[in-house]
């Protein structure tokens, strides 16, 4: 795809020190016959999803997982500890955040 082509050359440094942006590439492109506006590009770009969602799906995945072998039980706090002790870095506001998103939630014991 074109706009693939534009992000992974926009803002490229070679040994000659000259830096394309989004925009002089779309011009050179639209030149020679590939009609491309930059505004295209940055549409196309805010559609992907950024490193904290990319980030999320795969702690998303870890936290179900962690949920469901203890058997749904499991509150933020605990699938926070599990997660450090397995080697997981993760913040436990993000568990927390998380967990709410997907509808996970520990078991309240009345006392």
Same mark, same amino acid.
């Given at each position: 795809? *074109?706009v693939?082509f534009i992000r992974? #050359? %926009?803002d /490229?440094?070679?040994a000659?020190?000259l830096?394309?942006g989004v925009? $002089?590439i779309?011009?050179?492109?639209?030149e #020679?016959?590939v =009609? *491309?506006?930059?505004?295209t590009?940055?549409?196309?770009k805010d =559609?992907? $999803?950024? =490193? &904290?969602?990319?980030? /999320?799906?795969?702690?998303?995945e870890h936290i179900? &997982?962690? #949920?469901?072998?203890n058997?749904g039980?499991?509150? $933020? &706090? =605990?699938v926070?500890?599990t997660?450090n002790r397995?080697? *997981?870095?993760?913040? &436990?506001?993000?568990?927390e955040r998380?967990?709410? %998103?997907d509808?996970?939630?520990?078991?309240?014991? %009345?006392r």
């Amino acid at each position: 795809m *074109i706009v693939d082509f534009i992000r992974e #050359h %926009a803002d /490229d440094q070679p040994a000659d020190g000259l830096r394309w942006g989004v925009e $002089p590439i779309c011009a050179v492109l639209t030149e #020679h016959g590939v =009609k *491309i506006a930059p505004s295209t590009y940055y549409e196309w770009k805010d =559609k992907l $999803p950024s =490193k &904290r969602d990319e980030r /999320d799906q795969v702690l998303l995945e870890h936290i179900r &997982r962690v #949920h469901q072998e203890n058997f749904g039980v499991y509150g $933020p &706090r =605990k699938v926070w500890l599990t997660l450090n002790r397995e080697g *997981i870095p993760v913040a &436990r506001c993000t568990i927390e955040r998380l967990m709410r %998103a997907d509808g996970l939630a520990g078991l309240c014991v %009345a006392r």
